[in-house]
């Protein structure tokens, strides 16, 4: 089974990997986890004093903050992982990545606002979840 597992580097993502890595046979014995970070885009204006490739470096420094002690983690656990990262709307690049990664299962944390915080604010978890054609696991 392959699982993505979405990553903002939050301490709900801390719960979320902890589960995952408890869990270790949510995806089987040869199974893979997809670790996914979004990068919020930069404003069409920013990018164009800054430069694409500035504001490519500079995604890629922040996802790898996030990504790398999750793989780090992860091998130390003995499960085998891949690392991604995506600039754009969060809950979209989560359904998107997963729909080609062919994933099987979506499990991220939620910082669980309740249901007049998701009126509110918005949450990425709950359009993950309208969105997404596959389970979505959510760790609270």
Same mark, same amino acid.
């Given at each position: 089974?392959?699982?993505?597992?979405?990553?903002?580097?939050?301490?709900?993502?801390?719960?979320?990997?902890? &589960?995952?890595?408890?869990?270790?046979?949510? !995806?089987?014995?040869? %199974?893979?986890?997809?670790?996914?970070?979004? *990068?919020? *885009? +930069?404003?069409?204006?920013?990018?164009? +004093?800054?430069?694409?490739?500035?504001?490519?470096?500079?995604? /890629?420094?922040?996802?790898?903050?996030?990504?790398?002690?999750?793989?780090? &983690?992860? /091998?130390?656990?003995?499960?085998?992982?891949?690392?991604?990262?995506?600039?754009?709307?969060?809950? !979209?690049?989560?359904?998107?990545? !997963?729909?080609?990664? #062919?994933?099987?299962?979506?499990? +991220?944390?939620?910082?669980?606002? %309740?249901? =007049? %915080?998701?009126?509110? +604010?918005?949450?990425?978890?709950?359009?993950? =979840? !309208?969105?997404?054609?596959?389970?979505?696991?959510?760790? #609270?």
């Amino acid at each position: 089974m392959r699982i993505l597992f979405a990553a903002d580097g939050s301490k709900y993502t801390k719960k979320a990997l902890a &589960f995952l890595a408890n869990h270790e046979s949510l !995806a089987g014995e040869d %199974g893979e986890v997809v670790v996914l970070n979004v *990068q919020p *885009q +930069m404003p069409p204006r920013v990018r164009s +004093m800054v430069g694409a490739d500035a504001v490519a470096s500079y995604h /890629e420094e922040e996802a790898a903050k996030v990504l790398d002690p999750i793989r780090k &983690f992860l /091998e130390r656990k003995g499960i085998h992982a891949r690392c991604e990262w995506k600039s754009g709307e969060v809950a !979209a690049q989560i359904v998107a990545t !997963a729909t080609r990664t #062919r994933s099987h299962m979506i499990v +991220m944390g939620t910082h669980g606002y %309740g249901v =007049l %915080g998701r009126a509110v +604010m918005g949450s990425v978890a709950t359009r993950v =979840l !309208a969105e997404a054609e596959i389970p979505v696991l959510l760790v #609270r």
